[in-house]
């Protein structure tokens, strides 16, 4: 009904900080689609299931193909970086619901608790990484004017 969504037991906190995570990685995953897109036209249309396990390695393959350049470099590192940060929603987004020892509600991986500051972390690491996607999309990787 409408509203049972209300009765879970979890702090406003945790989960403002949790949907601003999921947030935060879904604009760094179409940052990357997007470079993927430029590079490679129409990929977005192509390929099996487009999970973002894929685009992390669309990316790094399409920005290893570049000529070497400082564009190139920096697009392979944001496409490592990439990588691990799908490593890292990941492991937050397929968590367990538990308590922590203090009696928090939260989300556990691998018996380790997600705390609120270490999705924080996240959301600022995916936030980084976006950013320095869109500039390559809007600055070396837009093409001439």
């Known amino acids: 009904m409408k509203g049972d969504r209300l009765r879970v037991s979890v702090e406003p906190a945790y989960i403002t900080a949790l949907g601003l995570a999921v947030f935060a990685f879904a604009q760094l995953e179409w940052a990357a689609i997007c470079c993927c897109e430029r590079m490679a036209p129409n990929s977005i249309n192509t390929g099996p299931i487009r999970t973002a396990n894929?685009?992390?390695?669309?990316?790094?393959?399409?920005?290893?193909?570049?000529?070497?350049?400082?564009?190139?470099i920096e697009l392979c590192t944001a496409a490592d970086e990439f990588t691990e940060l799908v490593r890292k929603r990941n492991s937050l987004l397929h968590a367990q619901p538990g308590t922590a020892d203090d009696g928090t509600q939260g989300l556990f991986r691998d018996g380790r608790f997600w705390t609120a500051d270490m999705i924080d972390d996240a959301a600022d690491a995916f936030t980084a990484c976006n950013d320095r996607l869109v500039a390559l999309l809007h600055g070396d990787l837009a093409g001439p004017p």
């Open 54 to 72: 894929y685009w992390a390695k669309q990316l790094k393959q399409l920005a290893a193909a570049l000529p070497s350049s400082s564009t190139q």
